[in-house]
């Protein structure tokens, strides 16, 4: 049915990682807005982070609350538990719905510290310059092969596939017009690609005001659509008001770019719909 990926929101954080509302918020916020589905995606608990993943204890009350979630909506709104789980968690991803895999960090090869790449400019420049010899696409590069890795444990659903263009606002940082960006995307693809991976069309980017284009660039997806990938569209969302942020917009560019179709995911797996 056309319009049906209006209705399922799978990319979703609460306040038990870095989200802004309660599970009960987000759940009624789509409850009323009519949405079908509703997928949480915690971020996994990862070692290395300490600012906005799941802790082990918070871990267990999300399942928890989840599940009585599941069973208060049911017959009017299908919740499903996933996951986004990190290259660096240590959490198991087939313990849930579903999983969304994704790379947040850069590990420097010089001072193995874990840089996230996606936050604080201080922190992108540190890993810069501390690390990769100053040399910007080396760090897009390391991200990629990251995210490479990431598709290698077969996720569902793959993550905003180019989070490292999120504070390169400008080129700020690194040219994402040079043939080495899209050489290591490229690889990243290649291997979403053997592992059945869907590509996250992800329109936060926007919404939280880092950039004017979503994730992944429109070079990444016309590859894609190359290699003959698939596509679900989701927000990110971190608070209950961009449930559904953008996916018109995002439709449109899909189609623009030769997309006739997108995934749409439910309780019973992914369903193509129309474009």
């Known amino acids: 049915m056309a319009d049906e990926y209006k209705l399922s929101s799978v990319h979703v954080h609460s306040k038990l990682c870095d989200g802004k509302n309660t599970l009960d918020e987000l759940a009624v916020t789509a409850w009323h807005a009519g949405l079908k589905t509703l997928g949480f995606s915690g971020h996994s608990h990862t070692p290395c982070d300490i600012e906005y993943c799941m802790t082990q204890s918070r871990t267990a ?34 313990a849930y719905d579903y999983f969304i895999g994704s790379a947040h960090y850069v590990r420097g090869p010089k ?48 993550g905003h596939i180019d989070l490292i263009k999120k504070i390169n606002k400008g080129n700020k940082f690194f040219d994402e017009t040079s043939p080495r960006y899209m050489a290591a995307a490229r690889k990243a693809l290649e291997a979403a690609a053997a592992n059945g991976c869907v590509l996250e069309v992800n329109t936060s980017s926007v919404y939280r005001g880092y950039r004017d ?11 894609w659509k190359e290699m003959g990938g698939e596509v679900i569209i989701t927000a990110d969302a971190h608070e209950a008001k961009a449930l559904t942020f953008g996916y018109e917009e995002a439709a449109a560019q ?7 179709h997108v995934q749409v995911l439910g309780k019973d797996g992914f369903v193509p719909c129309a474009l």
């Open 61 to 94: 009350l999300y399942k928890a609350q989840v599940a009585k979630l599941k069973e208060r909506y049911a017959g009017k709104l299908d919740i499903l538990c996933g996951l986004e789980w990190d290259l660096f968690s240590d959490d198991d991803p087939t």
């Open 213 to 223: 284009d979503f994730f992944p660039g429109e070079e990444i997806l016309r590859a």
């Open 111 to 158: 001072t193995g510290r874990y840089y996230e790449i996606d936050f604080r400019e201080a922190d992108l420049a540190a890993c810069i310059q501390d690390d990769f010899d100053g040399d910007g696409l080396a760090v897009v590069e390391a991200y990629f092969d990251n995210v490479r890795q990431v598709a290698e444990h077969k996720p569902p659903i793959l």
């Open 254 to 260: 899909l189609k623009a770019l030769g997309y006739d």
